[in-house]
């Protein structure tokens, strides 16, 4: 099993722009989530599934869209990239009533 | 909302010396998760911990949950270099989870 994957692992973009950053995972895990990582704030929830077709939004969902089409994929999009979303971008996923969450690898974006 | 906070921010130790941070939450939590992240990579899960006063180990390692479910610890024994790293904890509101600030643990050999 890979696990949890990201791509990319490093973006620049310049203010305005939009993308989209990939995640998937091969453990047929119901619940995946998007967190972003600041120096000194941990870890905070961007937009959580916890299905394919179901989504929700977290703690900071300001500038982000979501959809999940299958169980695997859970990608994040950037509308009008702003430099306050530098950041290290981190999906995750748990199987429904599970325990742990499994983070991917991790995207860092930089916004100038 | 929900709030949890670590302390310390920075914890820099010799090797062998022990260490400890602790979390605190807002609110009474479901259950509470500790996960470690080496410098460079991505958070990965140590413990949950769900009972009132629980108290786990894992080697050096020795977790507490607070009786009122709204505190918790990280003891390390005797740290090693491979200790160091950023832990942070993780209470569980709802169906999410709340994570804090995080504990970075510098080791000196």
């Known amino acids: 099993n890979a696990g949890v994957t990201q791509t990319p692992k490093f973006q620049v973009l310049k203010t305005g722009q939009s993308m989209t950053l990939q995640c998937a995972q091969d453990?047929?895990?119901?619940?995946m989530s998007w967190y972003r990582q600041d120096p000194g704030m941990g870890l905070r929830l961007i937009h959580y599934?916890?299905?394919?077709?179901?989504?929700d939004q977290g703690e900071v969902p300001n500038g982000y869209n979501v959809s999940r089409s299958t169980t695997e994929d859970f990608p994040l999009r950037l509308l009008s990239a702003a430099p306050s979303q530098t950041s290290v971008y981190f999906c995750?996923?748990?199987?429904?009533?599970?325990?742990?969450?499994?983070f991917g690898p991790g995207t860092r974006l930089t916004v100038t | 909302g929900q709030q949890v906070m670590q302390i310390p921010q920075y914890q820099h130790v010799q090797e062998g010396e022990d260490f400890t941070t602790y979390c605190n939450s807002s609110?009474?939590?479901?259950?509470i998760q500790w996960y470690k992240q080496r410098p460079g990579g991505h958070p990965v899960f140590l413990i949950q911990?769900?009972?009132?006063?629980e108290v786990k180990k894992q080697k050096r390692l020795t977790f507490q949950f607070g009786e009122a479910k709204k505190n918790s610890s990280l003891h390390i024994t005797a740290t090693q270099t491979t200790d160091v790293g950023t832990y942070f904890c993780?209470?569980?509101?709802?169906?999410?989870?709340?994570f804090g600030p995080g504990t970075r643990l510098s080791v000196l050999p």
């Open positions: 609110t009474t939590l479901s259950n």
């Open positions: 995750a996923s748990r199987a429904t009533g599970g325990r742990e969450q499994y």
């Open positions: 453990m047929n895990h119901e619940y």
């Open positions: 599934s916890v299905g394919a077709g179901i989504t």
């Open positions: 993780a209470g569980r509101g709802g169906q999410n989870f709340v």
């Open positions: 911990l769900v009972k009132s006063g």
